[in-house]
Structures are given as structure tokens and as C-alpha cells.
Nanobody, 119 residues
Framework: QVQLVESGGGLVQPGRSLRLSCSAS????????MRWYRQTPGKERELVAH????????NYADSVKGRFTISRDNAKNTVYLQMNGLKPEDTAVYYC????????????WGQGTQVTVSS
């Protein structure tokens, strides 16, 4: 059974940090490109960060560049999102996404974790 389980969300003050984790099971994690998306009510889901299957390359939305870092540990089947310098506009539900690096129809989503940045 395929599962992506996010954790690490919560309420944090502006300027502080959080680290999200997404633990994968039920598929060959090292064959999947991993992404973090976020969504706020009434808005489309936004791509935040992307990491290749080997972890050799990453990419970020302009809005988080320099503040967020995506990483992965293929031995632990886990992808992370380190979020520093959080701003109120980072408040959203954060979703983990896995897409096969060749067969893009093999795609999975986590259930999401809420991040709220507020004083």
C-alpha cells in the first residue's frame, strides 16, 4: 500500500523555523522525484520545491528561495523541507508529492500538514 505521511507542521512565530518530513512507503522511493506543494483556501496548489530522485538537483519557487531547503534520504525513504525565516504568507497546508522519474502517471500525494505562521 502506497503511503506518503507528512509531519512537522504547526504554529510558529514569524522568523522562526520548522522542518517538515514526508515518510514514504509502498513504492521504490529512489525512483521518484519528490516535490513539496502548498495550498491556501481558495487558491491553487503551489509548487514550493523539487528534488530529483538522487537528490543531486533541487529547485525552488521564487517566494521561498534562500529560506527553504529540500533534501532527501533515500535510505530512510524520507524527504524533508527545512523552512527558515518563516513569514505569515507561508501559512498553508503543505503536501508531499512523489512522481516516478520516467512514468509520470505513477504519482502519489500525502494528506498534508498545516503550517501556520503568526505572532
Amino acid at each position: 500500500q502506497v503511503q506518503l505521511v507528512e509531519s512537522g507542521g504547526g504554529l510558529v512565530q514569524p522568523g522562526r523555523s520548522l522542518r517538515l518530513s514526508c515518510s514514504a512507503s509502498g513504492f521504490t522511493f529512489s525512483m521518484y522525484v519528490m516535490r513539496w506543494y502548498r495550498q491556501t483556501p481558495g487558491k491553487e496548489r503551489e509548487l514550493v520545491a523539487h528534488i530529483t530522485s538522487t537528490g543531486g538537483s533541487t529547485n525552488y519557487a521564487d517566494s521561498v528561495k534562500g529560506r527553504f531547503t529540500i533534501s532527501r534520504d533515500n535510505a530512510k525513504n524520507t524527504v524533508y523541507l527545512q523552512m527558515n525565516g518563516l513569514k505569515p504568507e507561508d501559512t498553508a497546508v503543505y503536501y508531499c508529492n512523489a512522481r516516478h522519474l520516467i512514468h509520470s502517471s505513477f504519482e502519489y500525494w500525502g494528506q498534508g500538514t498545516q503550517v501556520t505562521v503568526s505572532s
